[in-house]
């Protein structure tokens, strides 16, 4: 089982639509979590980080269940400049190197 | 936050020969990471860079093929040997800095390599 695992893309969305990525990872001692955008040709970016009570920051919430070992990315009113690939990192539990997600593409259509 | 410089942006090269990719950060950072990412797939640490010290590397990823140096706390290198199409990747460098409540990590622009 690999330790980050993300869902499967690419999304396909109208603008306006409201899009959701989960992100599920294996270390239970896992401390850290993060969204992180990569437009193509570019280098990765942080976009949120992901705290245990929530954080919304504009159209973007974020959302972690340490229960069930899962991270959530919600995007409401997709914007065409959302469009990129969204990573989850995940870092802590025994190592200081973060560890990503394969990414989930996010297209916005017109 | 960190600012790092990293090139060549990109270039094409011949199988058998060497490239290597230079990392500059505006900052003084202790470690350095070096990781690569193939079409459609995830980031793949290829090792930590440490100044003064050899570089840790991870499973899959051996010096020779590899060698980091790390002359300074702000600097490092990464050579590709001996290259074959299967070394065409992006390749970035980051670095960790402190952020409120939380560690960053800043990557440098990446360097796109193609073997042929």
Not at chain 1, 60 to 70: I, M, P
Not at chain 1, 90 to 97: F, Q
Not at chain 2, 23 to 39: A, G, L, N
């Amino acid at each position: 089982r690999k330790e980050v695992e993300q869902d499967p893309g690419p999304f396909n969305v109208p603008e306006g639509a409201t899009v959701a990525f989960n992100c599920t990872y294996s270390n239970s001692a896992s401390q850290s979590f993060f969204w992180y955008r990569q437009d193509c040709r570019k280098e990765p970016k942080l976009l949120m980080s992901v705290y245990s009570s929530g954080n919304e920051d504009g159209r973007f919430t974020a959302q972690l269940n340490r229960a069930s070992q899962y991270i959530s990315l919600l995007i409401r009113d997709s914007k065409l400049s959302d469009s990129a690939t969204y990573l989850c990192v995940v870092n802590g539990g025994g190592s200081y190197i973060p560890t990503f997600g394969r990414g989930t593409s996010l297209i916005v259509h017109p | 936050s960190a600012v790092i410089s990293q090139k060549p942006s990109r270039d094409i090269c011949q199988r058998g020969t060497s490239l290597t990719i230079q990392c500059q950060v505006d900052s003084q950072v202790t470690m350095m990471f070096w990781y690569r990412q193939q079409p459609g797939q995830s980031l793949t640490l290829i090792a930590t860079a440490n100044q003064g010290s050899e570089a840790t590397y991870e499973s899959g990823f051996v010096i020779d093929k590899f060698p980091i140096s790390r002359p300074n706390l702000t600097f490092s290198t990464l050579t590709v040997s001996n290259m074959s199409p299967e070394d065409s990747s992006i390749y970035l460098c980051s670095v960790d800095f402190p952020g409120t409540g939380h560690t960053e990590a800043f990557f440098g622009q990446g360097t796109r390599l193609t073997v042929v």
